[in-house]
Structure formats: structure tokens, C-alpha cells
């Protein structure tokens, strides 16, 4: 079956504008989570969502980021004022139920540069 | 501050032989423990786990070992097959009301020569 897509594949941005990313999760799945890999680094939580209920947006780095996923479904990462320092891979993630850590999926990665 | 910690960036071992990669954590509220694998441009894919209750954990050629006083872990790969050949990712997580948040270490970069 198809697996979690995310677009772009690719992003190219100009320091200051605002970009949007994108993720599919696998159907059925009721958790989705975005993550972040900046070059070296390991992979770094951002944000969580399961169902109905509140997400956990603990991980995000500034209010600068904010996601939010539309009929439980499709979820969207928005970055404002985008900085060099946002660069990085964003992986998305996702799974059933919530539980169980090891049954998380991941897609490609978006692959940003800020110029 | 880092809590997982894979302190060794690459590794290069010939086809046939053991793989051993290492993971160190920080954090003794860890109790659920991941291995995961990365091809370049995709995502990271699930390999193994292993729980605290346990200290070793078996599949196919791919084992993990847990050694919770030494706060480490271990993957093995057994034998070591050139598409082994990826970006290694130990991470952990907590159980509780936050299991989903996985912290993952820098990775390790295996390369498995013919």
C-alpha cells in the first residue's frame, strides 16, 4: 500500500519568507508526527497528533512554527520568516493509535534550504 | 543535551563479517528502546526494538542488546551484508503519557564492503 508521502520534495527559500510542507499518512493511521533533521544532528520531535485530541506541540522551536492536520488526515507544517538556521530535512510520521513507538513510518523528508 | 548519544559517526566492515553499533543514553526514565535504518533520500524505517524488561532482543541477522546499569545498547548485524549499507538510528523513548516522543541519536553511517 502507499506509504507516508510529504511535498515538496525539495524547498528553496529566500530568508524571511513563509513556506508550507506537507505530509499524507498512511490511510487509517490516527497519529501523525513531524520531526526535524538539521544536518549532523539526529532526528528532533516537533509536533504530535492523534485523533481529536490536542496536539503536542512541544517540540516546536518558535512560534515562528505551526502545523495543523484538516479532517485527520493531511497535516501541514507552515514555517513564518523563515531563518538559515530552519534548514534542515522535515520528516513527517505516522502511525495507529498512538501506540507503540515502533510503529511509526516515516516518508521521505522535505528537504529545506533557506538562502 | 543530548540523552542519546551514538558516539561513533561511521563504520566500515567487510561483507559476511559482524556489525556492532553502540548507543549510549543519558536519560533512566528510557525504558523502550528503537533501532531504525536510512537509505539516503529516504525516511528512516523500523528495524528492531527492544523493551527495559529485556536484554536482548533477536530478529534474523539483527540483534539488540540492552545492559540498563551501563545505560547501553548494541546492534549486531550478523553477517553483514553490503545492502546493510545505511544510516543507523538508535533512539528511546518513555512509557507513559508521552511513549510516542522518540529522542534519536546522530546516527551511525555502516558501510559494508563486497
Known amino acids: 500500500g502507499a506509504g507516508v508521502s510529504q511535498s515538496p520534495s525539495n524547498k528553496v527559500t529566500e530568508k524571511g519568507k513563509d513556506v508550507e510542507l506537507r505530509c499524507d499518512p498512511i490511510?487509517?493511521?490516527?497519529?501523525l508526527y513531524w520531526y526535524r533533521q538539521s544536518l549532523g544532528q539526529g532526528l528532533e520531535f516537533l509536533i504530535y497528533?492523534?485523533?481529536?485530541?490536542?496536539?503536542?506541540k512541544s517540540g516546536l522551536p518558535s512560534d515562528r512554527f505551526s502545523a495543523e492536520r484538516t479532517g485527520g488526515s493531511v497535516s501541514t507544517l507552515t514555517i513564518q520568516r523563515t531563518q538559515q538556521e530552519d534548514s534542515a530535512v522535515y520528516l513527517c510520521?505516522?502511525?495507529?493509535?498512538?501506540?507503540?513507538?515502533?510503529?511509526?513510518?516515516f516518508g521521505p523528508g522535505t528537504r529545506l534550504t533557506v538562502t | 543535551d543530548q540523552q542519546v548519544k551514538q558516539n561513533s559517526p561511521s563504520l566500515s566492515v567487510q561483507e559476511g563479517r559482524i556489525s556492532i553499533l553502540n548507543c549510549d543514553y543519558t536519560?533512566?526514565?528510557?525504558?523502550?528502546f528503537l533501532w531504525y535504518k536510512k537509505y539516503p533520500a529516504e525516511g528512516p524505517t523500523f528495524l528492531i526494538s527492544?523493551?527495559?524488561?529485556?536484554d536482548k532482543n533477536e530478529d534474523g541477522r539483527f540483534t539488540v542488546f540492552l545492559n540498563k546499569s551501563a545505560k547501553h545498547l548494541s546492534l549486531h548485524i550478523v553477517p553483514s551484508q553490503p545492502g546493510d549499507s545505511a544510516v543507523y538510528f538508535c533512539?528511546?523513548?518513555?512509557?507513559?503519557?508521552?511513549?510516542?516522543?522518540?529522542?534519536f541519536g546522530k546516527g551511525t553511517l555502516l558501510t559494508v564492503n563486497p
Open positions: 510520521a505516522s502511525s495507529f493509535g498512538g501506540q507503540g513507538a515502533y510503529e511509526q513510518y
Open positions: 490511510s487509517g493511521h490516527t497519529a
Open positions: 497528533f492523534q485523533g481529536n485530541s490536542a496536539p503536542d
Open positions: 536519560n533512566s526514565m528510557f525504558d523502550y
Open positions: 527492544i523493551s527495559s524488561i529485556k
Open positions: 533512539a528511546a523513548s518513555r512509557s507513559g503519557g508521552s511513549n510516542y516522543k522518540l529522542t
